[in-house]
């Protein structure tokens, strides 16, 4: 079973726009990853946000973690092309054990 | 290139077949994370190796085994095999101890007919 949803499941805009996503988990977390994956390759670690951290940023990106309401959001800022990609938030009930995924958001931007 | 190298990249096998995946992970990482990705079930986390030692189980089946050699290199074992078991399978290490981030390899695309 899956711990995080996120939310849209698809995400459609223009380069330049702003492209935010949602993760909904269900039970406490130690911490919360995103993770972006190109068209069945790899995924890459994008971002960390520990259970006591209520927002971080990573150049383009934006985290915040609202543990009262067991959700998180992803910002890309002033997309490109190339962020055309799937989603996925990533969940842990503590630092040593499994990481679960959600179904991730697939983000399409267009030139 | 995140540094964890899956072989093989493509497994065209038949059903009742019994495959091994093979995982080597980035230079100095002990951790090694199983993941199988189909469209139906999403990402599902299998099993994870610590320094040549199981740490955590998930939702893997009992045809399904993997191990870690003393090298850190790491193998998924699949026996049996159904057609729901074709699916992009994930092999990703850590550091250390932690799960804070992963690197993961390109995967091995199985395909049972």
């Known amino acids: 079973s899956q711990q995080g949803e996120e939310d849209p499941q698809a995400l459609s805009i223009q380069e330049g726009e702003n492209a935010t996503m949602n993760c909904s988990y269900k039970?406490?977390?130690?911490?919360l990853q995103w993770y972006r994956q190109n068209s069945g390759r790899g995924l890459v670690h994008l971002i960390l946000i520990r259970s006591n951290e209520r927002e971080k940023h990573s150049g383009r990106l934006r985290v915040t973690l609202d543990t009262s309401k067991k959700s998180s959001s992803l910002l890309i800022t002033a997309s490109r092309a190339a962020d055309t990609a799937s989603y996925f938030c990533?969940?842990?009930?503590?630092?040593?054990?499994?990481?679960?995924f959600g179904a991730g958001t697939q983000v399409v931007v267009t030139p | 290139d995140s540094g964890v190298t899956q072989t093989p990249k493509h497994l065209i096998t038949a059903t009742g077949q019994r495959v091994t995946l093979r995982c080597s992970p980035r230079s100095g990482d002990l951790s090694v994370y199983w993941y199988q990705q189909s469209l139906d079930q999403g990402l599902q986390f299998l099993i994870q190796?610590?320094?040549?030692?199981?740490?955590a189980k998930g939702n893997i089946l009992e045809r399904f085994s993997a191990q870690q050699f003393p090298d850190l290199h790491s193998e998924l074992n699949l026996s049996s095999l159904e057609l729901g078991d074709s699916a992009l399978y994930f092999c990703?290490?850590?550091?250390?101890?932690?799960?804070?981030?992963?690197?993961f390899g390109s995967g091995t695309q199985l395909s049972v007919l």
């Open positions: 039970t406490s977390i130690n911490n």
């Open positions: 990533a969940t842990t009930t503590d630092s040593w054990g499994k990481l679960q």
């Open positions: 190796y610590y320094n040549g030692e199981e740490r």
């Open positions: 990703a290490s850590s550091l250390g101890f932690t799960n804070e981030k992963l690197f």
